[in-house]
């Protein structure tokens, strides 16, 4: 976050993918594959979103880069999924009213915009 901000970072493991050096057979790495390429997209228009709304979301923005940045200095993948996390510990470390506002508009962005499990 921008110095100023006021924002706490708060560490959240995160699991990556699959363990290197495991075995993985034929089918799921394609599977993988398939389902990397659609999480590639999906947070590509959920950044999308967040930078096409200006001054409205200029907050929910830098909340967003923020988890970003973490995520990738944890060593982790940026997935929707790891973004609802990360937005969730942080709700839950902050009393500040105003932080928790933007942290919720961000979260309802996210979700509003990560497709539902298939078989859910």
Same mark, same amino acid.
């Given at each position: 976050?921008? $110095? !100023?901000? !006021?924002?706490?970072?708060?560490?959240?493991?995160?699991?990556?993918?699959? =363990?290197?050096?495991?075995?993985?057979? =034929?089918?799921?790495?394609?599977?993988?594959?398939?389902?990397?390429?659609?999480?590639?997209?999906?947070?590509?228009?959920?950044? =999308?979103?967040?930078?096409? !709304?200006?001054?409205?979301l200029a907050?929910?923005? $830098?909340?967003?880069? $923020?988890?970003?940045?973490?995520?990738?200095?944890?060593? *982790?993948?940026?997935?929707?999924?790891?973004?609802?996390?990360?937005?969730?510990?942080?709700?839950e470390s902050?009393?500040?009213?105003?932080?928790?506002?933007?942290?919720?508009?961000a979260l309802?962005?996210?979700?509003? *915009?990560?497709?539902?499990?298939?078989?859910?």
């Amino acid at each position: 976050m921008p $110095a !100023g901000c !006021g924002y706490r970072r708060v560490a959240v493991f995160i699991s990556g993918s699959s =363990q290197p050096g495991h075995f993985c057979p =034929q089918g799921l790495t394609d599977n993988t594959m398939k389902l990397n390429e659609q999480h590639t997209t999906i947070e590509a228009d959920i950044i =999308q979103h967040f930078r096409s !709304g200006g001054d409205a979301l200029a907050a929910e923005t $830098a909340v967003l880069d $923020a988890v970003i940045r973490d995520i990738v200095i944890h060593g *982790k993948k940026v997935t929707s999924k790891a973004i609802i996390l990360y937005l969730i510990a942080e709700l839950e470390s902050t009393s500040d009213v105003v932080e928790l506002d933007v942290l919720r508009s961000a979260l309802e962005i996210v979700v509003g *915009k990560t497709p539902d499990d298939e078989g859910f």
